[in-house]
């Protein structure tokens, strides 16, 4: 009898182990943010067709699927794949191939960059990126006349670190046509004594954009799959590129058709009059890894080259208000012309009253509207009386290192008292229900950790200020993994697909070497990625 039962259940669990339901990968041993409603934790996941299939315990998921891979993350935490709600990805892989500003200490220093470029590169138009005038002793824009005397024959056009304003040199002037007599509006092309100094800010740049020559079809490619490569490093699944135009969009589709690009962007289009008639006729554009379906405009320049638009004079420009990069009907008859369509309407503001206007225009059209989802990029200045306008469906969209780039000079561009409504993203928080986390890369580093730390530290990493800029600003660990994640894909109209780890949403998750939420603070800038999986395939 007794060898009749030892048989019968060698049978039954013989047969229990051949109904095992087949799946790709299970992740096991690992510490889960799901960031699911309840913001739960599990032990493991099992992947089938580029999707999550179950979430739950190792010995639950263990005994129930039969997976062709599996992953011992050894207690290692587990995150839904990384959104970055704003940044410029294809401009970052051109990047990769111009000289680097970033972190020049002095003007000094920005030209020993450029000659040492050129000795290696020799190019026939020196282009480059990252300057920032507000991190050397002498905090003013410099002058061409050194780029002058040491290129006298060779364009140089380098841009500061926020895009927003360039230096160029005067073969690069000419190069461009732009001489003191030259018209411009929403802007400057800056003058001293008659004299181009060769410093220009917003608009008028797109005159030096147009003489430089255009990178070719293989450049375009290479600096996407470059692009690639940096985000997957760290453990970004999708991106938002916050202004391109159909050429890329049609080459990154292609791209992903032939398999050799797998990261997921959310494009938003270039307001231009091309890409609008375009787009608008068409309606959006969505595959499981490109989604074409808002449009970016730019409301006004940037707060660290004083073109942010203010209600109030500049703090330290008497006189001087900024600009809006267009004229107001423009923007009104585009937003318009975009709430007519099923399209999202993304607006850089960076200025109370270029968010002013944002804000007013946005309500007036989608404010009581039915998931229209509209977003304000930056949101960054806001005057106390216009908080009221967010909600979740006039989201702000915010870069948390903007604000620990910006502390060591922001209030001598604002004063105290408009203060209190900049970088206010808690504020923002609790107005709107939620905030869209990004990096706005190349302006900032890619690293979604200097994001996290910088969001709950409201510190940069040369720990200043001890006890934070604006403390009582910050966010919570969970509202800035939800802000990087569910709350990013909901900004995207895609947080029913990802954004959490939750059964049917596509597989994309990030294995971090230490728990984001639970390090010590000072040690999240140094976090590394272990792995980045996309569609469940490990990309990194």
Known sequence: MKSYLLLLCSCLIMFSCGQKEKADLLVFNAEVYTVDGNFSKAEAFVVRDGKFIAVGSTDELEQKYEAADTYDAEGKAVYPGFIDAHAHFYRLGLQQN??????????????????????????????????????????????????????????????????????????????????????????????????????????????????????????KMTALMDAQKICFEYGLTTVDDAGIDREIIELMDSLHKRGDFKIRMYAMISNSEENLDYYLSKGPYKTDRLNVRSVKFYGDGALGSRGAALKEEYNDRPGHFGALLSPIEDFEETAVRIADSDFQLNTHAIGDSANYLVLKTYDSLVGDAEDRRWRVEHSQVIDEGDFKYF??????????????????????????????????????????????????????????????????????????????????????????????????????????????????????????????????????????????????????
């Open 98 to 219: 111009k000289v680097d500003l970033t972190g020049t200490e002095s003007f000094d220093e920005v030209v020993a960059r450029i000659v040492e470029f050129q000795q290696k590169r020799g190019v026939d138009f020196i282009t480059g990126r990252g300057w920032d005038q507000n991190d050397w002793e002498v905090k003013e824009f410099p002058t061409k006349d050194t780029l002058d005397r040491l290129f006298p024959d060779t364009p140089i056009a380098v841009t500061r670190i926020d895009g927003h304003a360039l230096l160029a040199n005067q073969a690069a002037l000419d190069a461009a046509g732009i001489t003191p007599n030259t018209p411009y509006e929403g802007g400057d092309i800056e003058q001293k004594n008659g004299r181009l100094t060769g410093i220009i800010v917003d608009n008028p740049m797109d005159l030096i954009a147009k003489a430089q020559p255009a990178p070719t079809i293989e450049e």
């Open 391 to 540: 909600s979740k469906n006039i989201i702000p969209s915010v870069q948390p290192t903007h604000a620990t780039s910006d502390m060591y000079w922001a209030e001598d561009r604002l004063g105290e008292e408009r203060m209190q409504g900049a970088y206010a993203y808690k504020k923002l928080l609790d107005q709107a229900g939620l905030v869209a986390l990004g990096t706005d890369f190349p302006v900032e580093e890619v690293s979604p950790f200097l994001t996290f730390y910088a969001a709950v530290s409201r510190k940069d990493t040369k720990n200043f200020p001890e006890g934070g800029f604006m403390k009582e600003q910050a966010l919570s660990r969970e509202e800035t993994l939800k802000g990087m994640t569910i709350w990013a894909a909901y900004s995207n109209f895609e947080e029913k697909e990802k954004g959490s780890i939750e059964p049917g949403k596509f597989a994309d998750f990030v294995i971090l070497n230490e728990d984001i939420m639970e390090v010590e603070e000072n040690e999240i800038p140094g976090l590394k990625v272990i792995g980045t999986y996309v569609n469940g395939e490990k990309v990194y």
